[in-house]
């Protein structure tokens, strides 16, 4: 639901609409709707992910990817997940 204030003479009115995203028909096309386009942008950059991860893996000694600690905090280590540099 969506709030809106708007004023009416010297009065001040809540506008009380509801909104697309309300419906559970709209929230479920938009999960459907991000899930393809997402899964659809993954397919069509795949070809040029791999080809960039096999330059990488002609041209360095290590791995593609790799796991890096950089510190520890109080809490917890600190994973990072890095694509190796020049």
Request: charge should be positive.
């Amino acid at each position: 639901m969506r709030e809106r204030l708007f004023q009416l003479g010297r009065m001040q009115m809540l506008d009380l609409t509801t909104t697309p995203a309300d419906s559970l028909d709209y929230a479920l096309l938009k999960r459907a709707f991000d899930i393809c386009f997402s899964a659809g942008v993954l397919v069509l950059t795949s070809p040029l992910l791999l080809l960039i991860a096999l330059i990488i893996r002609l041209t360095s000694r290590g791995p593609v990817l790799f796991t890096q600690k950089p510190c520890r905090t109080q809490w917890a280590a600190i994973c990072d997940v890095q694509v190796p540099g020049p």
